[in-house]
């Protein structure tokens, strides 16, 4: 991971995107020229023509980079383990204005893993920083694609919630450092 200043880029591609704050889909197209602001998680937030977009990590090519790894699980592993792996990849989710992952901002309240035949199913609940955001889905998405890439995970369902309401508090010591709310 690493946080971008201003990286010049050309699409390499067409490549669809998300408008930052307003959450609504898009397609930018091959040649065009922008900048990428954030590249944290395996997602980028890119600024085109004044405008903040969103591009998914599975879209890394069209900007000339490598997509995230995969991750592993140990062999035989537990559902704790997978439950672990998940929270690690949740970590790697990434509000496109906050360069801070929803874990440490407080926005996952929980994740179970529950055994289903030769698989696992999660059931993870989260919120958003405010109920209007834009960006809810995206991040819902986000998750959901993040976390159904580990191995024997079968099914992954992504409940928004807001209650209890989301607030400050519930950040990690270091998301609260690194904004200064400290």
């Known amino acids: 991971m690493y946080r971008a200043d201003n990286e010049p880029v050309n699409f390499t591609r067409d490549v669809d995107a998300v408008i930052v704050p307003a959450g609504v889909n898009v397609k930018l197209r091959q040649g065009q020229q922008g900048y990428i602001t954030q590249a944290l998680g395996g997602s980028f937030t890119v600024y085109v023509e004044g405008n903040l977009f969103r591009i998914a990590g599975k879209d890394a090519d069209a900007l000339g980079k490598e997509p995230a790894e995969t991750p592993e699980l140990p062999p035989n ?4 383990d997978v439950k672990q792996v998940a ?63 580990i191995p024997t995970v079968k099914h992954v369902d992504v409940e928004l919630v807001f209650d209890p309401p989301w607030d400050q508090s519930m950040m990690s010591e270091a998301a609260r450092l690194q904004t200064g709310m400290m």
């Open 87 to 149: 929270w690690q990849q949740m970590k790697g989710c990434y509000d496109p204005e906050i360069p801070i992952n929803i874990v440490d901002l407080g926005l996952v309240y929980e994740c179970e893993v529950t055994p289903d035949g030769d698989g696992r199913v999660l059931s993870i609940k989260m919120t958003l920083t405010a109920p209007g955001c834009g960006m809810g889905d995206v991040l819902v998405a986000d998750v959901k694609e993040k976390v159904e890439v």
């Open 77 to 80: 592993a537990s559902d704790d």
